[in-house]
């Protein structure tokens, strides 16, 4: 990490660097015995899948921008052998049909040993390469999907020009070219850049690769009409026929899906991967329901060569719980062999457990944890299939479950220093990072620094926080150059995203309360005041008292102008804006989150918005902020009546939670999964009582349970509860880690715990 690199970038020579193109790099190798260990560090741009002597090892790298360019270090002495070895890479460049999610500064390829002992695979002229021009990109039509989409195109693979068996020893590449060394001399980040890429080391693991099977084939047809010749695999499917196969996976997964099939020369297949399917209408309806509805998405093509074992397997993982294969066979027959998907995603733990009295609770925590899951990668992920973007206010929501239910924070670290790379020069944050199309919703630039003040509060790490203050500083000081001389915030540039409870008809974007972009937002200035509330408390913390004391006295100004302009007696509700025209739950909700009005009036508001079918109603997302604020003002127990939302998607037969009410584009959305951190720290209770989960604070809120017990990960061990009414009251079981004291609260009354605990809650 403090010296240049000894292996080259490398290229395909006599091919563009910037335009599409998918490339294959070998390099042979002797070994005079099997070694120990043999260590090496790999990158491409745009990505690469390592394999060695045709077994895969790595595949990456790990999305980020240029000035932090990761590299994945592998161990591959396990799969080398005395004699001679192979490596080889294939790595894609998708140029212009890249995902939004992919930064690129042209197409290139590095290996490097880690120390003299593997300098001979380094990346040169020794190594060779070909262009595979059996692929083009399959672009996705958006107006046919009638969806945003900007996770990239599909593959479109031509059987008889791919070089099958490129990647495994005994294959001819004598005949292939050298590669061409690139200019410009590797080097990391501590050695600064020419403009191309600076190296930093992979901060999140691996993702290993396991097989999913359980798909099943829910309609064949053969010319239009049944056939059940083709309903289970291996399947020979006749020559010039037209076949139609609609798999069912059972539950949405992102995946690689893997077809292998056998002869079949001159036959097309056409893959579509879907999370619903929709009607005539294009309704999505209940999702296990395939009657009367047809599939429309993101497609792959193979064609194969005809030849023994083909494996088809596009260059980027699918999301999908339908996958249709529609097959037209030419002269030959063709025998699909097997159909499989093997995994992508972060390899989170479910550390976690939680379990209750009402068995819906248990289905809403799995359908949840998928959700989460499937919306993590090598960033966070807005939704799998449409995005792949790491947006602040989703991010926010799935980090907090990942400490929660896995108790790792490193993909948390890693979005947070995301968003660090991403501000631009005015000092405010991308709102969405990595992404080659930027983006400012100044309202995730604030969430930013909430993102920073949640892991100050869970996770002891004072020099990872120290770092972002100068950040947050310039964050916090675009907001103040805003405050009106009213008191609170003027016309805000950007996109003023609060919800999608807004449409905005006639603009581009939508979820925008009155009063962001000309000034005057109750929402924005309670955001702000919320904000800085938790700069006073990071700022304390690190030994600058007169910024936090601005910070305190910035937010106390906020609340109480924003208190004395929108606060509509009457109606007993904060008004949006001081014209007093529109009303919200988001407005209230954060009056509540900033105490703008006094404590013992709070729980009689949140019950008024509950109640109030007349005001602006929160969607899945939003909902997490009103869960936080029942949870403050001691209404917890109104949190588990607001799962009826979830359950209702649950009997629309999603397996994942949905990006909003119906009709909604995704179904599966990150920021929708909050429930699982809410059955720990509502239901459960638990939650630090002091920065670094140092301590803990546990007050559960059981609603009409008769039972709920369960556990969250803590960095010293686990904490567990466990609850049950019993005629005499609550029992409850509490144990903490060694050394790690804090509280038990019920009705107001704080008590002590420590180790195992045990008491009758009256």
């Known amino acids: 990490m403090h010296q240049y690199w000894k292996a080259r970038w490398i290229a395909c020579p006599g091919e563009s660097v910037i335009d599409y193109g998918v490339y294959h790099f070998r390099k042979r190798f002797e070994l005079a015995e099997k070694p120990s260990s043999f260590v090496v560090h790999v990158s491409a741009d745009n990505r690469y899948r390592l394999f060695v002597n045709g077994e895969p090892v790595s595949s990456g790298p790990a999305r980020s921008d240029l000035a932090n360019w990761s590299f994945e270090t592998v161990d591959i002495a396990p799969q080398l052998k005395p004699g001679e070895n192979v490596l080889a890479a294939i790595v894609w460049n998708a140029a212009q049909h890249k995902p939004f999610a992919q930064i690129s500064y042209q197409t290139g390829f590095i290996l490097q040993g880690n120390t003299e002992k593997e300098d001979a695979v380094n990346t040169n002229n020794s190594w060779r390469v070909i262009r595979n021009r059996a692929y083009q990109p399959l672009p996705v039509d958006m107006r046919a999907l009638r969806a945003y989409y900007v996770t990239g195109a599909g593959d479109e693979v031509d059987g008889k020009a791919y070089p099958w068996g490129w990647e495994k020893p005994g294959f001819e590449d004598g005949e292939w070219p050298e590669a061409q060394v690139l200019w410009f001399p590797p080097k990391p980040r501590t050695l600064g850049t020419d403009g191309n890429w600076m190296l930093v080391p992979r901060t999140i693991p691996a993702f290993p690769e396991s097989r999913i099977d359980g798909a099943t084939i829910r309609r064949s047809l053969k010319d239009g009409m049944p056939f059940g010749a083709a309903d289970k695999l291996p399947a020979q499917l006749p020559a010039n026929s037209k076949i139609s196969l609609l798999f069912d996976q059972g539950h949405l997964v992102n995946a690689y899906p893997e077809l292998l099939v056998s002869q079949g020369k001159g036959a097309t297949i056409r893959i579509t991967y879907a999370e619903g399917l929709i009607?005539?209408?294009?309704?999505?309806?209940?999702?296990?329901?395939?009657?009367?509805?047809?599939?429309?998405?993101?497609?792959?093509?193979?064609?194969?060569?005809?030849?023994?074992?083909?494996?088809?397997?596009?260059?980027?993982?699918?999301?999908?719980?339908?996958?249709?294969?529609?097959?037209?066979?030419?002269?030959?027959?063709?025998?699909?062999?097997?159909?499989?998907?093997?995994?992508?995603?972060?390899?989170?733990?479910?550390?976690?457990?939680?379990?209750?009295?009402?068995?819906?609770?248990?289905?809403?925590?799995?359908?949840?944890?998928?959700?989460?899951?499937?919306?993590?990668?090598?960033?966070?992920?807005?939704?799998?299939?449409?995005?792949?973007?790491?947006?602040?206010?989703d991010t926010r929501i799935q980090a907090l479950i990942s400490l929660y239910v896995a108790g790792?924070?490193?993909?948390?670290?890693?979005?947070?220093?995301?968003?660090?790379?991403?501000?631009?020069?005015?000092?405010?944050?991308?709102?969405?990072?990595?992404?080659?199309?930027?983006?400012?919703?100044?309202?995730?630039?604030?969430?930013?620094?909430?993102?920073?003040?949640?892991?100050?509060?869970?996770?002891?790490?004072?020099?990872?926080?120290?770092?972002?203050?100068?950040?947050?500083?310039?964050?916090?000081?675009?907001?103040?150059?805003?405050?009106?001389?009213d008191g609170m915030l003027g016309p805000v540039a950007w996109w003023n995203f609060v919800d999608w409870s807004w449409n905005n008809p006639g603009e581009i974007a939508g979820g925008v309360p009155k009063g962001a972009a000309d000034g005057g937002s109750s929402i924005l200035t309670l955001q702000l005041a919320y904000t800085y509330r938790q700069a006073d408390a990071l700022f304390k913390a690190f030994g600058k008292p007169e910024l936090a004391a601005k910070y305190a006295r910035l937010a106390d100004d906020l609340v109480a102008a924003t208190y004395r302009l929108c606060w509509d007696s009457g109606k007993g509700l904060l008004a949006d804006t001081p014209a007093k025209s529109d009303f919200?739950?988001?407005?209230?909700?954060?009056?509540?989150?900033?105490?703008?009005?006094?404590?013992?009036?709070?729980?009689?508001?949140?019950?008024?918005?509950?109640?109030?079918?007349?005001?602006?109603?929160?969607?899945?997302?939003?909902?997490?902020?009103?869960?936080?604020?029942?949870?403050?003002?001691?209404?917890?127990?109104?949190?588990?009546?607001?799962?009826?939302?979830?359950?209702?998607?649950?009997?629309?037969?999603?397996?994942?939670?949905?990006?909003?009410?119906?009709?909604?584009?995704?179904?599966?959305?990150?920021?929708?999964?909050?429930?699982?951190?809410?059955?720990?720290?509502?239901?459960?209770?638990?939650?630090?009582?002091?920065?670094?989960?140092r301590t803990v604070r546990i007050e559960p809120f059981l609603g009409d349970l008769t039972a709920a017990e369960g556990t969250v990960p803590h960095p010293a061990g686990e904490i567990s509860a466990a609850y049950k009414r019993t005629a005499s009251g609550v029992e409850a079981a509490v144990t903490l880690p060694p050394g790690v004291e804090g509280v038990v609260v019920w009705k107001g009354k704080e008590m002590p715990v420590s180790g195992t605990w045990r008491k009758v809650l009256k």
């Open 279 to 393: 009607d005539e209408n294009r309704v999505k309806g209940n999702r296990n329901e395939i009657e009367g509805k047809h599939i429309v998405g993101v497609q792959d093509i193979f064609m194969p060569d005809g030849g023994d074992a083909r494996l088809f397997r596009p260059l980027w993982f699918r999301t999908y719980r339908y996958l249709q294969m529609d097959i037209e066979t030419g002269p030959e027959p063709l025998t699909i062999r097997d159909f499989c998907g093997k995994t992508y995603g972060y390899p989170f733990e479910e550390k976690a457990q939680f379990s209750s009295s009402d068995p819906v609770n248990a289905a809403i925590w799995e359908a949840g944890w998928r959700t989460a899951r499937l919306c993590a990668g090598e960033n966070y992920f807005d939704c799998p299939y449409y995005e792949q973007l790491q947006y602040v206010g």
């Open 408 to 485: 790792d924070d490193r993909l948390m670290r890693k979005a947070i220093l995301d968003y660090e790379h991403s501000r631009i020069p005015d000092g405010l944050t991308q709102s969405r990072y990595p992404c080659n199309d930027m983006q400012i919703i100044p309202t995730y630039s604030m969430f930013w620094v909430s993102m920073i003040y949640d892991h100050y509060m869970h996770r002891n790490d004072p020099e990872f926080i120290r770092q972002l203050l100068p950040g947050m500083e310039n964050v916090l000081a675009w907001f103040e150059a805003r405050i009106a001389p």
């Open 584 to 693: 919200s739950q988001h407005a209230n909700i954060l009056a509540v989150l900033t105490d703008a009005l006094p404590a013992a009036e709070q729980p009689a508001l949140l019950k008024r918005i509950i109640a109030d079918t007349s005001i602006v109603k929160t969607t899945f997302y939003f909902r997490f902020y009103l869960f936080e604020a029942l949870k403050k003002t001691g209404l917890g127990d109104l949190f588990l009546p607001q799962m009826a939302d979830w359950k209702a998607m649950l009997d629309m037969g999603l397996t994942t939670f949905a990006e909003n009410p119906e009709p909604t584009r995704s179904d599966c959305h990150a920021w929708s999964a909050s429930p699982n951190y809410q059955f720990l720290s509502t239901v459960l209770g638990i939650n630090p009582g002091s920065p670094g989960f």
